[in-house]
């Protein structure tokens, strides 16, 4: 059965303080690791998808990489703004004639100044 | 570029009473999702459609009913509401093409079932 764990919970970081964010998952087939960011309030934004264990893709603070059991999102020296529940999802061979997802609960982020 | 939208965004029932979620996409998608979420349990998808006029169960779809009757919209409907329906309930939609395509969400429609 396809199944994604995210670690930790939560996480509360001083502003400047780098860290990273942990998604273990269990999937026949990978297709496909989403990485979203979910603001309180609004629906998941997607930031970025990862294919094949050794990709790595980055936007602004982010770096997202991927092996083949877990994918990290790297935080680098965060802002308050990047304050948010990062999800991950993702898709396998089951699912993948119709893009469907199976997410994590998600990681809870406070960055404080 | 209004991207997903759905209607309404905040709603109280009555145990037993009926209504209707719209989500409309405006991006041309072929696929379109709805996904309850509740604390601690993640994203769960209801139901879904791959294309005007289809429709398929996800893996909690008891107590919902959809219909895409045209492309851009997909409607989620309650018959009989019940308490254990208060959630979160989001639309998504993704390009039909090739695999592998992110899903893209509407803000929410926050539902409290009395």
């Known amino acids: 059965e396809d199944q994604v764990t995210q670690s930790p919970e939560a996480l509360r970081l001083q502003e400047g303080e780098s860290s990273s964010l942990n998604c273990s998952y269990t999937?026949?087939?990978?297709?496909?690791l989403f990485w979203y960011r979910q603001d309180p309030g609004k629906g998941p934004e997607f930031l970025f998808t990862?294919?094949?264990a050794g990709e790595e893709k980055e936007k602004e603070r982010l770096k997202a990489t991927l092996t083949k059991k877990e994918s990290f999102l790297h935080i680098t020296a965060p802002k308050p703004e990047d304050s948010a529940t990062y999800l991950c999802?993702?898709?396998?061979?089951?699912?993948?004639?119709?893009?469907?997802?199976?997410f994590g609960t998600g990681t809870l982020l406070a960055v404080q100044p | 570029n209004a991207g997903v939208t759905q209607t309404p965004k905040f709603r109280v029932l009555k145990t037993g009473q009926s209504m209707t979620l719209l989500c409309a996409q405006d991006?041309?998608?072929?696929?379109m999702y709805w996904y309850r979420q509740d604390p601690g349990m993640g994203l769960r998808l209801i139901h879904y459609?791959?294309?005007?006029?289809?429709?398929a169960k996800g893996e909690v779809p008891d107590g919902y009913n959809v219909s895409r009757l045209k492309k851009q919209n997909f409607l989620l409907g309650l018959e009989s509401a019940a308490p254990s329906q208060t959630s979160v309930y989001f639309c998504?939609?993704?390009?039909?093409?090739?695999?592998?395509?992110?899903?893209?969400f509407g803000d929410g429609t926050r539902l409290s079932i009395l």
């Open positions: 999937v026949s087939g990978l297709r496909g």
């Open positions: 998504a939609s993704s390009d039909g093409t090739g695999g592998n395509q992110p899903q893209h």
């Open positions: 459609s791959v294309g005007e006029g289809t429709t």
């Open positions: 990862l294919y094949s």
């Open positions: 999802a993702v898709q396998g061979a089951r699912r993948g004639a119709t893009n469907k997802l199976i």
């Open positions: 991006m041309n998608h072929e696929y």
